[in-house]
Structures are given as C-alpha cells and as structure tokens.
Nanobody
Framework: QVQLVESGGGLVQAGGSLRLSCAASGRLFAINDMGWYRQALGKQRELVAVISNGDTKRYADSVKGRFTISRDNARDTIYLHMSSLKPEDTATYYC???????????????WGQGTQVTVSS
C-alpha cells in the first residue's frame, strides 16, 4: 500500500504565497511522474503541474510563471511553490503519483486526500 500525504494548504490574501508538500510512503515501490491537480467548487479536477522522475516539468497555462513544482527523489516528496496567488486559484489541491509496486508487479495511480487553498481578494 502506498500513501500520499499532503500538507501546506491554508488561507492567503491575493498576491501572497504558499508551499504545498506531498510525501509518498509505503513499501517496495517506485514512482514515475508526480503532480498536483486541483478542483474548485462545482468544477472538474484539472492538472496544475507535473514532474517526472527525470525532473521534466509541465504546467497548466493558468499557473505558468507563478507556480513552481519540485521534487526530492530521496524523500519521495514533491513540492508546489505558489506565488502571486489569485482568488481563482482557490481549490482543493490533490497530489498524484504514478506508482509501480514491486508487490504484485503492478502500476497504479495514487492520490492524496487533498489540501484546501483559499485565496481571498
């Protein structure tokens, strides 16, 4: 079993910054891509940023230049540094990882429980 645990959400004023963290834990697994998704109230979940285990990064157009994703492979952890936050960034942010489990020789997507980010105007 692999678990993703997120932290770092909260309430911030427009123009402010927050850093989210997501740590993976479990036994006998490897991780390919890891990323952040978000879901605002009444909207579909959307990709925010993704980073490969080779450090290739991809961002949604709406966050380019404001958000930075990074990864610590030794700790199986990713971070999302968010700056110049806008009210439209308000959402629940979910961590995602493409997992390969040596137990059972299988691949699957893991999701965190979500962390709320609220940006006030």
């Amino acid at each position: 079993q692999v678990q993703l645990v997120e932290s770092g959400g909260g309430l911030v004023q427009a123009g402010g910054s927050l850093r989210l963290s997501c740590a993976a834990s479990g036994r006998l697994f490897a991780i390919n891509d890891m990323g952040w998704y978000r879901q605002a109230l009444g909207k579909q979940r959307e990709l925010v940023a993704v980073i490969s285990n080779g450090d290739t990064k991809r961002y949604a157009d709406s966050v380019k230049g404001r958000f930075t994703i990074s990864r610590d492979n030794a700790r199986d952890t990713i971070y999302l540094h968010m700056s110049s936050l806008k009210p439209e960034d308000t959402a629940t942010y979910y961590c995602n990882a493409e997992i390969y489990s040596y137990i059972g020789d299988r691949k699957f997507d893991a999701w965190g429980q979500g962390t709320q980010v609220t940006v006030s105007s």
